[in-house]
């Protein structure tokens, strides 16, 4: 009774926190951070209690969204206020990272809490691949099925195509939207070269219209958001994980006749401004529900943003070069965590953490067991709760590329990235993409906390740091191979 009563005191005067002076703030954030810390340590909000609900999870994903892309990361030419509000009343994940600088295998890393190595995943599938995420790994909705969660994809899958490897047959029990990425379809730019079919939408595991045009993409952001607030009304009494990963603002760019024209930023800066609303609609019809708090949202991005189109793609200032590459700007992306009550508001958390970490920490938080096979993925609930000493579960995180080569590893405030060759691109204009220029790296260190643009090659300086960060490559090695040869811990996609 104590510890819920420290709690509601703090819920409380956050009421009233405008009001009251500094230093009231400082002595209330210190309590603040003793009350949460003393409820992780006795389990009360990692666990459901016998008279208390399990949890609701939100996590909305989008496609290509840079990380200076949101208000909360310094967006410019246009507002995010749901997004600000989301920060304000819960938390920013500064250093968060995606499995990969691109679609499919990023997906596979959220969905799984693997690398997507160790899953078999290297690049992305297409309408003609016959492979898909392996139907014998768990997915965070199959782990939450087993505590009789209510699951639901709204929006991009991109894990294979086919019957086999649909949501409905890996833990959702609804999906609406697209197999794979809304680029992939006859109005490609480079529709000569690449000549993809028509783009079909899904409703559960059957085509609804098997020929989606543009005047459709246009309405996708507010049909997506019109059924997750469905969903959660509908779901209001039970728990629930609500998965909705927009196509947007994946180019082609589309947003709807409500909100053209609307920013200084273009259609980009509209784009987000759907985006923005869709995320207040989701907040609101927590409120409305009177479930807010009891529902973790997480915002956050599958790669950085696709720089080959120019002012159709988002930014990721300060970080360096963005999607597809192995740079900072290709793998960090924002993320925000709110769940009033529990995430304390107005915090920052610097710490390394990863989309591969969702699942274990939804699994511990619903008191579901993890999967059987080995995950990467660590349990972040004490950062997302500020309790004290909570540091990054992760004392390296490593990178692999789309050949599934081991490219770059992150430990601390440590980069190192292997030799390796990239493109830079020159940018195109107005949904017509550039061209790239090849360029090449050595082996490089980075110290990201005084260099967040990786300009500077400290490997000369730092040969100890190099040294032991070789080791911790060679020892994942010995796991999961690089590239075509694959470790004992990389197991099958599937076919």
Not at 40 to 48: H, N, T
Not at 147 to 164: E, V
Not at 168 to 193: A, C, I, K, V
């Amino acid at each position: 009774m104590a510890k819920r009563a420290c709690l509601r005191y703090a819920i409380d005067k956050r009421s009233g926190c405008n009001e009251i002076s500094a230093g009231v703030l400082a002595v209330y954030r210190l309590l603040q951070v003793l009350c949460f810390g003393l409820m992780f340590a006795s389990g009360a909000v990692v666990r459901a209690n016998n008279d208390q609900p399990l949890p609701n999870f939100i996590v909305i994903f989008c496609d290509d969204l840079g990380y200076a892309d949101i208000g909360p990361f310094g967006a410019e030419g246009y507002q995010t206020p749901n997004l600000d509000r989301m920060a304000k009343e819960g938390m920013k994940f500064t250093d968060f990272y995606v499995g990969r600088s691109f679609c499919t295998p990023s997906r596979a890393a959220l969905l799984t809490g693997c690398i997507p190595t160790r899953v078999g995943i290297g690049g992305n599938f297409g309408p003609r691949s016959t492979t898909g995420l392996n139907p014998d790994e768990m997915t965070i909705a199959e782990v939450l099925k087993q505590k009789n969660y209510a699951t639901a994809i709204f929006g991009k899958w991109h894990l294979g195509h086919l019957p086999k490897f649909l949501p409905t047959n890996q833990g959702f029990d609804e999906f609406f939207g697209l197999p794979y990425s809304n680029d992939m379809w006859p109005f490609h730019p480079e529709q000569q070269r690449v000549h993809f079919p028509d783009l079909p939408l899904y409703e559960g595991d059957k085509i609804i219209n098997p020929k989606v045009t543009p005047e459709i993409q246009k309405t996708l952001t507010r049909r997506l958001t019109e059924r997750a607030v469905e969903f959660i009304d509908k779901n209001k009494e039970k728990p629930f994980f609500l998965y909705l990963p927009h196509p947007q603002p994946h180019v082609p760019l589309f947003a709807s006749e409500k909100f053209l024209k609307k920013t200084k930023r273009g259609l980009f800066g509209d784009v987000l401004t759907e985006i923005d609303w869709s995320v207040g609609e989701i907040l609101g019809a927590l409120k409305r529900n009177k479930i807010d708090e009891r529902t973790c949202v997480v915002f956050t991005s599958d790669n950085g943003p696709w720089l080959l189109y120019g002012n159709h793609a988002g930014s990721a200032k300060p970080l360096r070069e963005g999607k597809g590459t192995n740079f900072e700007g290709g793998f960090r992306v924002p993320c925000l965590m709110r769940w009033p009550g529990r995430i304390p508001a107005g915090t920052v958390c610097r710490e390394v953490c990863s989309t591969i970490d969702l699942l274990p920490t939804f699994a511990r938080l619903a008191g579901a067991p993890l999967p059987k096979n080995k995950i990467d993925g660590k349990d972040i609930a004490p950062l997302m709760f500020q309790h004290p000493g909570a540091k990054s579960p992760h004392p390296v995180f490593y990178h692999y590329d789309g050949r599934n080569r081991l490219v770059a590893l992150r430990s601390g405030k440590w980069k190192l990235m292997f030799p390796q060759s990239y493109g830079s691109p020159i940018p195109g204009k107005d949904g017509r993409p550039g061209k790239r220029v090849s360029k090449t790296i050595p082996l490089s260190l980075f110290d990201l906390e005084k260099d967040i643009g990786e300009t500077t090659n400290v490997a000369e300086k730092y040969p100890e740091v190099v040294q032991r960060l070789m080791a911790a490559a060679d020892a994942m090695r010995k796991d999961l191979g690089d590239g075509p040869k694959a470790g004992p811990g990389r197991r099958p996609i599937g076919r």
